[in-house]
Each structure stands twice: as C-alpha cells, then as structure tokens.
C-alpha cells in the first residue's frame, strides 16, 4: 500500500484505445477502477479516488473487437499528466506495433507514471516500446510468441496471471486484467479497499495469481504445434 495524500486525489488513469482493441481489456479495469470507493459506507456519496480517461491518437470513435464503439476523452496529444497508464490489448496490436508515433508515446509517457500497466497483448507494446527489458512479463496464453519478438530481453512468465515488476504491471488475457486491476486498487488503498471493490462487483477478489496447470499445458503443446 502506497501512502497517497487526499490532496493527490484522484489519481488520473489514461486507457489506451485503438482499433480492434479488446474489449473487456479496456471495460475490466475500468470498470474495477471506476467503482472503487474508499469510504464503502459512503459509497453514493462519494467518487472513486480514480479519475479515468480513454486516450486514442485522435478524437475519432473506435471500433472494439466485435462492433462495440468507444469514444476517446483526449488524445495522446492534449492528454493531460497521468498516475496510472493502461495499454489494453487486442488483435490491433498487430497493426499498433508498428506504430512508431503510439509507442512513442508510450515510451515517453511511461516513466512520468506512478503506474504502467498492460493487458493481454498490451505487453507486446510495451516490449516494443523499450519498457520490458530485465523484468517480469505475461500476455495472453496464445500470444507469448508475439510478446517474445516484441521483448526478447524480457523475463517471460507462463505461470503467472499477471506481473508486478517495480513500476510496470503485466496481465494475462482478458479476464485477468480484472484481477490486476483489483491487485491496483489494493497496491494504492490497501488490501481492504481491493476486497471492498470486488465485493461490489460480486467478482473473486483474486488469492491465488496462478495459470491452471491445463492452461500452462496447453500453451505449451500449442506452441509446439505452431513450430
């Protein structure tokens, strides 16, 4: 637990979104961050101590994996200075990686934060952009190839749901950006606080950050297969 003051709230997040950006990668931690209160007895009354804004290059609607639109609240332009930066993942990272100007921006903006986070195949924009050389990372269980060529000098966790490597947390995919953004509120406010958030939510606080063993296995048969 981080000792933040009252007049340091709330924390600003940006969320990055691009096309074919998955969607519970961004709508999970939101949706973690957005409902966290400090106070549970004045959960009406009061406001998360999270503020969250989606960050795209340009003002222009995007299109999620499955038709659904987000609409940006700044661009990587204007976006003002952040605690916390969330890089979702997707099939567009396919098409991010290759983006010169978006992990530049990830490269310069990253060490300003308290936080740099990343789910499923966002940890391949992380690579890409210089974040993950010597430390911890994880992706989606498909993906640790495409994660290996973004970061070959990055620690490659197959075992683990997420990464908590210094100032740059990892997930696996989808669902698992739930449980990091749960362990993000608990690394901010505290354990109770976290348990609090997922109660609200009626999702497990997450215990064990463990891969099932059938998980682990068949990432491993298929990328044998792949080979």
Known sequence: MLGINENQLPLTVGILIFDQVEVLDVAGPFEVLAVTRLNEERRQEELSP????????NMDQVSAIGGLRFTPDVTMDNCPELDLLIVPGGWGTRTQIKNANLLKWISNKSPRTRLTVSVCTGSS???????????????????????????????????????????????AGI????????????HFFGTKIGEATARQMEYPYPQNNQRSRNTQEFSRSLNKTLK
């Open 50 to 57: 999270f503020r969250v804004l989606l960050v795209s290059e």
């Open 175 to 186: 669902s698992a950006g739930i449980d990091m953004a749960l362990h993000i509120v608990s």
């Open 125 to 171: 924009l992380l690579g890409k952009a210089g974040l993950l050389d010597g430390r911890e990372a994880t992706t989606h269980w498909h993906n640790f190839d495409f994660l290996r060529q973004a970061a070959p000098n990055a620690y490659i966790r197959e075992d683990l749901r997420f990464t908590m490597d210094n100032s740059i947390f990892t997930s």
